[in-house]
């Protein structure tokens, strides 16, 4: 081999030392998918390596589909579903879609989407702050259902965050700017809400630890029917039986030598464990959460060079991945 040659191979193994180091992992890890905002989407393995990575703008929402592809956002407006070579195989702009787009010389109405699901039929969920409403369209970007949200506190950008539709038919919305989780039914009839409450705390301003309020990020219903909700600026996750009491939560400072900041999305693992994603934390604090239901850290992800402070969407892919 000549001299060229194996400088070259030298570099490539560094350079997945480097790789693999930029992560700092506690406990047995998860193949995974990591988006930050603003920078990219990607595939992480157990071991904290990027097998996969896509450029993006803004996100707060994705997922990946039956047929290994992904479904996510590129920004706040579109929606594209990629295959593993990165070809954009379904797109959908909410920006000038279905009534959003400038028509008659007038500007489009404001829109950002920061919910979407690929549904068991085949069609899309679309969740629309701003024009408050969810969208069910065909491989087409045509409508198929229309159903119109409840918001008290309307705001382009923070109407809604995560919502799902359930195996009913049902409706989960968290609705970030009302602090409110809503279920709907299959008609839009608001038919279960919880509104985060502040207790003795003052809200406060800001993003990380040392902000404060009820803007919840997330919400799923896991299968004993109660909810679990991604608290947001609550710096919480709470889960709530159907009469609204908690049964269950982590707040701030609930794990040793972990604070959490923006609450974002959770998942309930098959093994009973919740995923949490801890966004804005600042570098002393892991992104990314495995908590144990007696509240014991099982395993925790931190990469701030490859994801920095504003990761919103992680989610386990491996075999323990559950409802989310």
């Known amino acids: 081999m000549s001299l060229k040659s194996c400088l070259w191979v030298f570099v490539a193994g560094l350079m997945c030392v480097l790789t693999a180091q930029a992560a700092d992992i506690t406990g047995k890890g998860h193949r995974m998918i990591a988006g930050q905002d603003g920078k990219q989407l990607a595939i992480v393995s157990a071991e904290g390596e990027i097998e996969w990575a896509m450029p993006i703008g803004a996100i707060h929402d ?5 047929n290994g592809n992904i479904l996510m956002q590129t920004n706040y407006q579109k929606i594209v579903e990629v295959d593993k070579e990165k070809k954009i195989v379904w797109s959908y702009d909410a920006s000038k879609m279905n009534g959003n787009g400038p028509e008659e010389g007038k500007k489009g109405r404001p829109v950002e989407v920061h919910a979407i699901q690929r549904l068991a039929d085949g069609n899309t969920m679309i969740v629309e702050s701003g024009p408050s ?21 309307h705001s382009t950008h923070s109407d809604t965050r995560n919502a799902r539709k359930l195996d009913n038919g049902h409706y989960l919305v968290a609705h970030e700017s009302d602090g409110t989780v809503r279920e709907y039914d299959a008609e839009g009839k608001v038919i279960w809400e919880y509104e985060i409450a502040l207790g003795d705390n003052k809200a406060a301003g800001g993003h990380g630890t040392e902000a404060f309020g009820n803007h919840c990020y997330s919400a799923i219903r896991l299968p004993n029917g109660n909810t679990l909700i991604g608290g947001g600026n609550n710096h919480s996750v709470l889960e709530v039986n159907p009469a609204k009491e908690i049964v269950w939560s982590i707040t701030q400072n609930d794990l040793p030598g972990i604070q959490l900041a923006w ?61 989310r």
């Open 263 to 323: 609450v974002t999305q959770v998942q309930a693992l098959k093994n009973g464990n919740i995923i949490v994603g801890n966004c804005h934390a600042g570098d002393k604090n892991p992104q990314i959460i495995e908590v144990s239901r007696d509240k014991k850290v099982v395993w925790s992800f931190k990469d701030f060079k490859n994801f920095g402070n504003s990761l919103p969407v992680s989610f386990v892919i491996d075999s323990e991945g559950s409802v």
């Open 133 to 153: 409403r969810i969208l069910e369209v065909d491989k087409d970007g045509k409508i198929v259902k229309e159903i119109k949200l409840t918001v008290k506190n």
């Open 62 to 66: 994705a997922h990946l589909l039956a």
